[in-house]
Nanobody, 117 residues
Framework: QVQLVESGGGLVQPGGSLRLSCAASGFIFSNYAMGWYRQVLGEERELVGAISSGGGTTTYADSVRGRFTISRDNAKKVVYLQMNSLKPEDTAEYYC??????????WGQGTQVTVSS
């Protein structure tokens, strides 16, 4: 059974940092490019960062480039999102999943990130 379990969210002040983790199970993690997504209630889910299956290639949305870093540990089956210089507009529910929609698994519960003073 495929599971994606996100953690590490919370309340942080503008300019602060958080590190999100996503633990994967039930599929061959190292075969999949993975992505971190975020969604604000009432809006579409947005891909903020993605990493190739081997970890050698990363891509980012313009809104987070230079502030967020995606990484993965294939041995542990975990994908991370280091978020620095957080802004109020980064407030959202964050999810991980395969990078490409044709490979999406069932979505996890997400982890809430709130950036506020």
């Amino acid at each position: 059974q495929v599971q994606l379990v996100e953690s590490g969210g919370g309340l942080v002040q503008p300019g602060g940092s958080l590190r999100l983790s996503c633990a994967a199970s039930g599929f061959i993690f190292s075969n999949y490019a993975m992505g971190w997504y975020r969604q604000v209630l009432g809006e579409e889910r947005e891909l903020v960062g993605a990493i190739s299956s081997g970890g050698g290639t990363t891509t980012y949305a313009d809104s987070v480039r230079g502030r967020f870093t995606i990484s993965r540990d294939n041995a542990k089956k975990v994908v991370y999102l280091q978020m620095n210089s957080l802004k109020p507009e980064d407030t959202a529910e964050y999810y991980c999943n395969a990078q490409h929609s044709y490979s999406w698994f069932r979505w996890g519960q997400g982890t809430q990130v709130t950036v506020s003073s």
